[in-house]
């Protein structure tokens, strides 16, 4: 929970006499601390909004985080069809609260993992993600792509079931980031941070990692978390249905490669406890093999 002194700087940023009123935790969130907070101001308006805290002791944030998300935010204050969240502060260094902080207004809605309708909430997911891409970006607004989790590359993780297919891809990950277009990218988009009510999107949170670069990069990342949550064959739909990708193979291998080990997947927190860690394990596995072999 945040402390004290952080909260009573959240309500001073609605006005002076403001007061929290509800603190509770978000779930799935994995990198950061994410909490609700009410706050009613001195005419009794509630202001609903999300403490972003990056308070993690044993993984601390990539250096520019706060300031690349507060871009990424301001940048789609304009944008025409899409939702997201309105920047609020930023305290980069903790000077206001306990750790590197990021104040944002509350969305309406909540993520999907179990859809009563896959067919919708394919198209769903891909429409909002064609208007992601289609956010104008000038230079220098956003960092450009680069691969996650490819330091590495040296052996394969003692969980997986199929050593081979991950030196095989190890081989296809370390060659060059294929030439690409440029296009806003989310970095991390995927089921948990899709917003629904009633069938329909009402947004897109978790901008920690935007930046300039791949479509491909997106789908695949989105890719790879269906296959964990759902099944290859509905990962695969959404490839099909999004549309044919340049070199979207490649991308499936580096996204599966450079993911963070399962027993770090927190799926059960957020709300899928029938997914064990064997599971998602085979699905990685199958996952990485058919990209492979679509790469090779």
Known sequence: MPPGATLEWVAGLVGPGARVAGVRRLRNAW????????VVDVDGNRHELVLRRWA????????????????????????????????????????????????????DGRDVLAPPDMDAFLDGMITTLRSVHAVPVRPGELYHYRPWGLGDLTEPPSWSGRPDIWHRAFEIARQPVPDHGRVLCHRDFHPGNVLWRHGRVTGVVDWTHACLG????????????????????????????????????????????????????????AGRTDITIDALIRSLDDFLAAAVDRAS
């Open 214 to 269: 791949p479509a491909a990069a997106d789908v695949a990342h989105c890719r790879l978390n269906l296959a964990l949550l759902f099944g290859l064959d509905v990962a695969d739909e959404f490839g099909h249905r999004f549309g044919p990708l340049d070199d979207l193979a490649w991308f499936d291998v580096v996204d599966a490669v450079g993911t963070e080990p399962p027993e770090t997947w927190r799926w059960h927190d």
């Open 31 to 38: 990198s950061a601390a994410m909490h609700a907070v009410d």
């Open 56 to 107: 993690r002791v044993d993984v601390r944030p990539d250096p520019g985080v706060v300031e690349n998300e507060a871009s990424a935010l301001r940048l789609l204050a304009s944008a025409q069809d899409l939702l997201v969240p309105a920047l609020v502060a930023t305290d980069p260094d903790g000077v206001h609260s306990d750790a590197p902080t990021l104040v944002m207004t509350r969305l």
